[in-house]
């Protein structure tokens, strides 16, 4: 949890000053699952010293209720492991504002509220289409303006549903607030993997001689889940796979992997390398999305033996939605590094397992000794697991025992859970410690979520103009047959 690897050469502590930390919308489904638990971790490992906790939602809870309510979110037993009194200590940390964010009334509780504390920080843990209240709020009454110390916003995904919506955020936000300010969480980043990735490549002396166009044949980046929509049906509808999981969780681990060496580690170092990845995707033109780009929906079908509705007979899903649960992409960046280099994206609901990780596929050697072998064994792969079981595996041939010269793919492994003695910490905790202490490398900034943006959007017209039947695919399988259809010849999607 101490060893930031983005952050060394940061003089920044690793504990937090004193701050009140505003939840708005403290009585959904992210505080009781992610927030509050981060939050009493972060505190009962000693990284939170003075501090108030505010819930700010418009349910008539008392303050008392308030305290009920988080200690349930909180029985958990690796939570519960750091005793009664540290969870009381928290608890007596919390208050609760009771308004509606369109009331101007509640806003006017918050200065009060910080009496004795100078630094605060708002997260909209709030349904999308309240961001922009919230924010006219803050801004309208004050709250934005620094007073001795720092104001910071945290801002929760989806930012924005195309170029333009994500434009008009960033305006909003950037009216009351600068840059510094604002962070924009992908909660992926938060991830240990996914910040190994920087140490892979640029702390080894190994990998990065040969990780280019020379010796890379190509990268396949997959993000399955297991589950459905799960009763989010009318959330989906609005967003669908691509905006959901590819405009920000994948493409931050596209730029990761994909982006030149940082000159240094300072946030804005590694999120500058970022961007030039995104502005280097060579666009998907309005009547290419068929050759780049596949959709599909899960149809009805069993998964571990018990049936489930197909996607158009979830509630809140319309009989005849276009909405999609599974996108595959293939993609080149103009880059010298990247040129010609397949890039092959894929995420979906209701697939075999839940599983997500970046496969880099290595060149097959230049000559070609063990024909029959070679074509039986597959080539070299680094994957790189995001979960589960996070961790690396090198994939290469070896020959199996005998008198003829036979070989198979054989896995070098490297396992989080096993090297280190411990699981990772839960990724809401690094980032929220992250923008306590004021450390945004993890967040994205405004020119990284509009360059994503540009990309994606071009996608969603693409579709939009293209009536063809969206591909039905078969639950607990690997999404729509028509994927097949975006690879090379010689390459096939990993088996999931
Ligand atoms: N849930 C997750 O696992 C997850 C994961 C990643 C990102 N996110 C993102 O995190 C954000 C929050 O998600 P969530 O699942 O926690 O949403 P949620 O369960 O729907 O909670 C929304 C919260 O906002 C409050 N609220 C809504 N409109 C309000 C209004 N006009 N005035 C005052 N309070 C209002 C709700 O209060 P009431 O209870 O009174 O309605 C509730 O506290 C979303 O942007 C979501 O995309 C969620």
Same mark, same amino acid.
């Given at each position: 949890m101490d060893f930031n690897p983005f952050r060394s050469g940061l003089s920044v502590s690793r504990e937090a000053q004193s701050f009140v930390f505003f939840i708005f919308g403290v009585t959904g489904d992210l505080t009781r699952k992610k927030l509050m638990p981060a939050l009493f971790s972060l505190y009962a490992k000693g990284h939170l010293n003075r501090f108030k906790i505010v819930g700010f939602a418009r349910r008539p809870w008392t303050q008392e209720f308030f305290r009920n309510e988080v200690q349930g979110m909180l029985q958990k037993p690796e939570l519960l492991s750091y005793g009664k009194e540290t969870l009381e200590a928290f608890l007596k940390t919390l208050e609760y504002i009771q308004s509606p964010f369109e009331d101007p009334a509640g806003y006017k509780k918050i200065d009060s509220v910080c009496e004795g504390f100078q630094n605060r920080i708002y997260y909209l843990s709030t349904p999308p289409d309240a961001y922009g209240t919230i924010i006219e709020q803050l801004g309208a009454q004050g709250l934005a303006k620094e007073k001795g110390g720092h104001t910071r916003i945290v801002v929760e995904k989806p930012f924005g549903r195309d170029l333009s919506t994500a434009r008009k955020l960033n305006d909003q936000l950037s009216r009351y607030f600068r840059e510094d300010q604002i962070y924009r969480i992908d909660h992926y980043l938060g991830k240990e993997t996914v910040q190994n990735l920087i140490l892979l490549r640029f702390g080894n002396g190994i990998f990065e001689p040969v990780w280019n166009h020379r010796y890379i044949h190509h990268i396949q980046i997959t993000v399955a889940e297991k589950i459905g929509v799960e009763g989010r049906g009318n959330y989906y509808e609005?967003?669908?796979?691509?905006?959901?999981?590819?405009?920000?969780?994948?493409?931050?681990? @596209?730029?990761?992997?994909?982006? *030149?060496?940082? $000159?240094? @580690? $300072?946030?804005?170092?590694?999120?500058?390398?970022? #961007?030039?990845?995104?502005?280097?995707?060579?666009?998907?033109?309005?009547?290419?999305?068929?050759?780049?780009?596949?959709?599909?929906?899960?149809?009805?079908?069993?998964?571990?033996?018990?049936? #489930?509705?197909?996607? &158009?007979? +979830?509630?809140? #899903?319309?009989?005849?939605s276009r909405t999609e649960t599974f996108v595959a992409l293939k993609l080149f960046l103009d880059t010298w590094r990247w040129s010609g280099v !397949?890039?092959?994206?894929?995420?979906?609901?209701?697939?075999?397992?839940?599983?997500? *990780?970046?496969?880099?596929?290595?060149?097959? !050697?230049?000559? +070609?000794?063990?024909?029959?072998?070679?074509?039986?064994?597959?080539?070299?792969?680094?994957?790189?697991?995001?979960?589960?079981?996070?961790?690396?595996?090198?994939?290469? $041939?070896?020959?199996?025992?005998?008198?003829?010269?036979?070989?198979? !793919?054989?896995?070098?492994?490297?396992?989080?859970?096993?090297?280190?003695? *411990?699981?990772?910490?839960?990724?809401? *905790? &690094?980032?929220? @410690?992250?923008?306590?202490?004021?450390?945004?490398?993890?967040?994205?900034?405004?020119? +990284?979520? +509009?360059?994503?943006?540009?990309?994606?959007?071009?996608?969603?017209?693409?579709?939009?103009?293209?009536?063809?039947?969206?591909?039905?695919?078969? !639950?607990?399988?690997?999404?729509?047959?028509?994927?097949? $259809?975006?690879?090379?010849?010689?390459? &096939?999607?990993?088996? @999931?």
């Open positions: 609005t967003a669908g796979a691509l905006r959901d999981m590819v405009q920000n969780h994948m493409f931050q681990l @596209l730029c990761l992997t994909t982006m *030149e060496p940082p $000159n240094d @580690l $300072n946030p804005d170092t590694i999120r500058t390398e970022k #961007v030039k990845i995104l502005k280097s995707l060579r666009p998907i033109s309005f009547r290419e999305t068929s050759l780049y780009t596949v959709r599909g929906q899960y149809g009805a079908g069993y998964m571990d033996g018990k049936p #489930v509705p197909a996607y &158009r007979e +979830e509630p809140g #899903v319309a009989p005849d !397949p890039i092959y994206l894929r995420t979906g609901k209701r697939l075999a397992r839940r599983m997500s *990780e970046i496969a880099v596929r290595f060149k097959a !050697p230049p000559l +070609e000794l063990f024909p029959r072998a070679w074509a039986y064994s597959g080539r070299n792969a680094l994957i790189i697991r995001i979960q589960p079981n996070e961790g690396i595996s090198l994939i290469m $041939n070896a020959k199996i025992p005998g008198y003829t010269l036979n070989m198979r !793919p054989v896995n070098m492994d490297f396992s989080y859970g096993s090297a280190f003695g *411990e699981s990772p910490p839960e990724a809401y *905790e &690094r980032l929220l @410690l992250d923008s306590l202490i004021g450390d945004s490398t993890l967040y994205t900034r405004r020119d +990284e979520i +509009e360059a994503s943006w540009t990309f994606i959007t071009r996608i969603l017209k693409g579709w939009e103009e293209d009536p063809s039947p969206i591909p039905q695919y078969v !639950p607990g399988g690997s999404g729509p047959e028509e994927a097949k $259809n975006l690879l090379e010849p010689s390459t &096939r999607w990993r088996k @999931l």
